[in-house]
């Protein structure tokens, strides 16, 4: 339709443009061809005019001369001459030239006796022909005046010229010349009154070509026209038109005739452009009527195609809403029910079918009933009707049925529908299932309660992490009411603590896992700092666009609490607040690091209160406990602040003094001068709570750097040296060193082999003889040797102490014991050993056995041999410990039979009360007094003191260690009477024993 | 302004002139009640004066008016009788006619001769030559060498153009019209003529071209001319003169000829 009317008034347009160009283009050839006309109507005016003036000057020429007479009457002739001037301008004079060609007669008295020569005058002809012929231009005013004038000698078109034409006539037989010069002004004055010189002009020539008259001012008279003449095709015709281009873009519209009488052409112009003005003015006149016309029809036209157009654009939009709305309808996803006024469906819509589960054929006619749940009461339905009577509209929720029974939440709202005078036409019924609403509502209920109830903050951020809500939980924990929180940013809780680094990685886990998880100090309102286990997750929309953060916190100051507890629990002794071990261990590794690095020496000093477990003993582990926090508060004074303190447990300290000195031993020198501070300060009298007390540590030091030793050989090393101290007899300072730790490895190691030695049957048992006075053998005493298959034969002074620590004392003394009664019933069995004493030693250990008593008198009943014949071995060590529970066992011995030797008598706290209450048969002489018994003096007095004892006691004296004769002169004089040593036999194996026994027998 | 001042002194002069030649009895006043005629000479090639059209020989022209309005005023016919600038002072002085009414220029030579009343024309001198006349083109193109000017014989221009033109030869012709046909015919270049002349021969002849003087030329007072000596009859001409003037006559005349940017009031 809108093309249509384009194109009709396109094609319009086009036919009024086309016509308009038509009728101007015929109107042009019209005005031209008018041009032609006017040019061709003017030529042929001036050429009558100039060919009648032509004629008239022919007539008057003839009828002035009489010619009848040879010889006419000059003057007469010129008086008619003068007469016919009067009446024709176009003859300026009129004269007479004889058969010479002067003139004889003239009008103008000036022109007599001029010789003119007529010869050349046109048309060509003899001197006798009485015809009229024209000469070319002069010059001047008349003959008198004037000149010819020649293409030589042009004139200018200003200057006065005339025209000489001469008639030949005939006066009696003589040919006479009537000579005229014809005045050229006035054929122009005609030709200026016909033809404006803005519209054209005219010319004139001879038919020699000669320009005898232009009305143009710049042509040169005279010359020859070439530029018309050319033109002019006078051998063809007479007369015609041309159209003439002058160049510059202007034509003249040329015609031409030719003189019917006289060989004369005129010519006339007329300016193209002149002929075109009245054709270019009525074009304009045409333009300006049909331009208009023609905006006019366009602008109808723009104004009818506007209007279709908006009515088209109307119309598509009603369809557009129209297919909107059936598209709504039909693409709804509620329900939509239009039913007559008697409520029958009469339309529904698809979502209908999906959500109740009917088909078409169904439900259309029938009454929305068919949905009814029967959960709603009658007067829910009252209600409803009442309210769409009222305002024509409800809006609720109710159960509603599906078709297959199924029972679902829906939302609905009925409106009326009126036509367009307010005539109800229909109810509409718009319902939306939303049991999964429903559903979600009580899911978001729970989520509002979670959110208002948690314990821990919840805090809801936008993407830009700015807050949109905060849970009460937050408020209680932050300090901050909601409002002042929500719209801000979470740094407001920020505590400074962490640095760009924590907050980056925080971004990068939520970006890259999607949440975060981890402690965070943060800052409550009042500017408390405490720390927050947080977890924030980034919640995602369907797109996978990060939407919402939220993060959930709790307060875990308490839970940092106890694991400060915790820490200091597994890192802290409870009871002096020291550090313990295991921090020890750590600071000294750390120590060795450092040391390592700085080439510094460093020491431990490992301490231990010499006899506390006799003040725990004795006072209780309360006082014991006093002293130990004592001693940590002095042992702390003592040193930097830098140097580390630990207990290690029980009495045992160790102090790690780091970084002391470059140099070893300038660092032993200042370790040693500390170390001694430190056992000052313990030394001195401890205040506890009931009592003053005295105690004292022993020190081992051991210096370190670098990480050559392992913190744990570092501590032994300690350790070791502390025990040197403790061997040098307490409260000393002993610095480790490498052969003491050797040693120690060494009886570590006799101590692992020792285990399996008796199994292995490497112990074994050696005899040394005893004798009497005499020299006679008494008896023996059986010394365990242990034949390790390595190191051979190893001392008992080497694995004994080791047994003695170790316990393994106890399965040694049980087999010595064992071994030394199976070779006492052997003895027994020979009348010549039955009376031999065998000497076995007993260690404290083994004495302190509740059931060693018992063990002896197993053994009596298992080896039949006399008791008397074994002598038990004690050292004062056993005697000391308790003295009552010993002399109970001693006793219970003596009455099994056995004997009872005190072993290194003199060695130790050896008193005569003890000589007094112990039930002893013997008593052994250290051998380091026999020794020197022939040398020093002292042991003399010692030796013979302890003879003289015993002999006060009666007791049996036994002296070991006698290498020499006179060892055993001096001996036997004083009162000895057994003798153990060198001298008599070293400790042999039993069959090298019996041996011996035999040969001193013999 | 400068125009009424000499025309006021020439006036002035001939009345002084008159006075001298009183003496004859008879008025000629008398003479013409008693003939019941008055002659008034004319010029009949005078156009818008006196003109003589030669297809219906009707006069027309604002003293043919004047002359009837005298015959009028004196209760007499009125006859014309042709005359000339040429023959003017001859026929005025051999009583061919009573009084001489074709706006004749007032000059020295004619106020010897004549008695003027006091003028009711006055112009400028004008020159006519042809549309095709290349080489005059503005006043001062005429008095150039080789330039032909003509004149009537006996009109105000002959002495005026013989005094004042220097390198053009001057044509004198006394043949009527012969000024016309001189110029036409390309003997003469132009010829020298009065306002009324001019613009009635503009009209009619197209091949004519008006070339006006820049400024005032020769500017000549125009008046009737009697006899001298007859004090009666001038003064009832000079009365007749005053009553045209007066009861606008003359204007309406001059109107009538387009002659009112000439008439002198």
Partial sequence: MQKHIIWATSLFLAAMAGLTVYASWRLHDSAIANGFEISEMHTRSFEDFLTQNLRIIELAAINSVPQETDKPNLKEIEATFVKVLRQTPIMRSMSLLDERGVIVASSNPGNIGLSIVTDSYLPAA????????IGSLWLGRDFSDGREISPQHPADASEQTFIPIARTLMTGNRPVVVLVALNPDYVMNFMLQKINPIEGGGEVLRYDGTLLLDSDVSSVMGLLGKGIWDDLKLSEVESGSYEKDLGGGKKDLVSFRASRLYPVVVVTHIHREYALQRWMAEVKTLLMVVIPALLTVILISFLYYRRQSLALRQKAEIERIQRMNATVFESSTEAIMITDLDGNLVSVNAAFFRITGYEAGEVLGKNPKILSSGKQDRAFYQKMWASIAQSGFWQGELINRRKDGAYYDAALSISVSRDGGGTLQHYVGVASDITSRKAAEKRLKLSASVFSHANEAILIADVDGTILDVNEAFCNITGYARDEV???????????????????????????????????????????????????????????NIVHYVSLFSDITERKNAEDEIRNLAFYDVLTQLPNRRLLMERINSARLSNARSHHYGALLFLDLDKFKVLNDTLGHDQGDLLLIEVAQRLRSCVREMDTVARMGGDEFVVLLDDVDESPDVTSRKVALIAEKVRVSLSAPYQLKHASYMSSPSIGVVLFCGESETVESLIKQADMAMYKAKDSGRNTVRFFDPEMQLAVETRASLEADLRHAISKQQLHLYYQVQVDNERRPIGAEALVRWIHPVRGMVSPGQFIPIAEESSLIIELGDWVLKTACRQLATWAGADSSRTLTLAVNVSAQQFKQDDFVIKIERLLGVYRFSPASLKLELTEGVVLNSVSEVVGKMH????????ISLDDFGTGYSSLSYLKILPLDQIKIDQSFVRDITTDPNDEVMVKTIIDMAQNFRLNVIAEGVETESQLAFLKQNGCMAYQGYLFGKPVAIEQFENLLNSSLS | MRILAFVLMLATGTMSLNSIAEGRTESRLERVKEAERVRVCIWPDYYSITYRNPKTLKLSGIDIDMANELGNDLGVSVQFVDSSFGKLIEDVTQDRCDIAMFAIGITPLRAQKL?????????????ITTKSNRRIKVWSDIDMRGSVVAVAKGTLHEPVMKERLKAAQLLVLDTPFAREQEVESGRADVFMTDYPYSQRFLVNNDWARLVSPTGIYHVTPYAYAVMPGDDAWFNRIERFVSD????????????KHKLDPIVVK
């Fill in chain 2, 244 to 255: 045209i003037k007066r009861d606008g006559r003359l204007w309406a005349s001059a109107k």
């Fill in chain 1, 892 to 899: 219970a011995l003596k009455a099994l039979g056995i004997q």
């Fill in chain 1, 486 to 544: 929500i719209g801000k940013n979470p740094r407001i809780l920020g505590s400074g603590r962490h640095d760009r680094e924590f907050y980056a990685i925080m971004w990068r886990n939520l970006i890259e896992k999607g949440f975060h998880y981890g402690e965070i100090w943060n800052k409550r309102k009042n500017g408390e700092i405490y720390p927050e286990m947080q977890t924030i997750s980034a919640v995602r929309d369907e797109h996978g």
């Fill in chain 2, 115 to 127: 008695r003027f009343t006091p003028p009711h024309l006055a112009s400028d001198i004008f020159a």
């Fill in chain 1, 126 to 133: 003899g001197p006798d022909q009485p015809i009229m012929r």
